[in-house]
């Protein structure tokens, strides 16, 4: 079956930097766009970024832009996000989603890891 597996998450400072990864398997790993979400305690799951089926495009969310980073790797079936000049309000549990629409919508991804915690301290 398929399988999103994050790892990454912890505890950082404020202005720390921390990188998340997504294993995916299961699926044909190219067939899918891949995206990142966060949901915050008593907060609606929010977009993050999203990565095309290539790696050659991506998009994230006003609120992360120019801070995080995107990427994946065909070859191993990943998706990582590189998270820099972290702030208290990054603070949520991140998951890798998995789709084969053009969406930025949870409720249209077709898979979803089990999250993993970043908490930053300010």
């Known amino acids: 079956q398929v399988q999103l597996v994050e790892s990454g998450g912890g505890l950082a400072q404020a202005g720390a930097s921390l990188r998340l990864s997504c294993a995916a398997s299961g699926l044909t790993f190219t067939n899918y766009r891949m995206a990142w979400f966060r949901q915050a305690p008593g907060k609606e799951r929010e977009f993050v970024a999203r990565i095309s089926k290539s790696g050659s495009t991506t998009y994230h969310a006003d609120s992360v832009k120019g801070r995080f980073l995107i990427s994946r790797d065909n070859a191993k079936n990943s998706v990582s996000l590189q998270m820099n000049s972290l702030k208290f309000e990054d603070t949520a549990v991140y998951y890798c989603?998995?789709?084969?629409?053009?969406?930025?919508?949870?409720?249209?991804?077709?898979?979803w890891g089990q999250g993993t915690q970043v908490t930053v301290s300010s």
């Open positions: 989603a998995a789709t084969q629409s053009l969406t930025l919508v949870p409720r249209e991804y077709d898979y």
